[in-house]
């Protein structure tokens, strides 16, 4: 078998030689043409209206705030079952740190709890809910999420290895530098000895 010969050229750049270049008419491949033709514009106008929604305010904003709070609370969901055990020290712990981070009424604070463990239970990857905080989330905000997730790992007074592979990478999800994980790290199992 050969190996992949690579193209060069105004339109297949970089593009591997068994690809078409061009349509069955000669024309060069242009990304427009292939997404007007197999409906991605409608994608790309549907992002768009995501966007301006945000941009609006109102009762879309209101319902990004409580999905970020979702995915925040999902993702420190992750981390406390991660061991295949949720003791009631994690789960009080958890239920202070959302009450801290989002300020919510005990009704709603049960109802978040309640979603958040649904979607953690459901979720088949953590890609959702990473995007979203990255997405809306300043980098020092995602440092104190880590931080969020290490003091749960040590609710039940030990520090798991499944906890801590969970924590290390979602950190690396959310994009948080190893030496922010690692402070963050320190910084929990320093207060929690004191």
């Known amino acids: 078998m ?17 690809l078409p270049e061009t349509d069955t008419q ?19 106008d549907a992002i768009q209206r995501f966007f301006n929604a945000m941009k609006a305010g109102g009762a879309e904003a209101e319902e990004a705030a409580t999905s970020l709070e979702l995915a925040t609370a999902a993702l420190l969901f992750e981390v406390a079952r991660a061991d295949y055990r949720l003791d009631d020290s994690e789960l009080a712990l958890l239920r202070e740190l959302l009450q801290r981070r989002f300020g919510l009424a005990e009704a709603d604070l049960d109802e978040l709890m309640r979603l958040a463990r649904e979607e953690a239970e459901t979720a088949v990857d953590h890609y959702r809910f990473v995007s979203l905080v990255k997405e809306h989330f300043d980098y020092d905000q995602r440092c104190e999420l880590v931080r969020m997730m290490w003091s749960l790992s040590l609710a039940d007074g030990e520090q798991h290895h499944l906890e801590e592979h969970r924590i290390r990478r979602l950190a690396e999800l959310l ?7 690692i402070h963050a790290k320190l910084k929990v199992q320093q207060a929690a000895d004191d």
Do not use: N
Request: positive net charge; without cysteine; hydrophobic residues 30%.
């Open 175 to 181: 994009h948080v530098s190893h030496s922010d994980f």
């Open 26 to 44: 000669g024309r060069p491949f242009r990304l427009l043409k292939r997404l007007t033709s197999s409906g991605g514009i409608k994608m790309i």
């Open 2 to 18: 050969s190996p992949l010969r690579y193209t060069s050229g105004r339109y297949g750049a970089g593009m591997p030689s068994h």
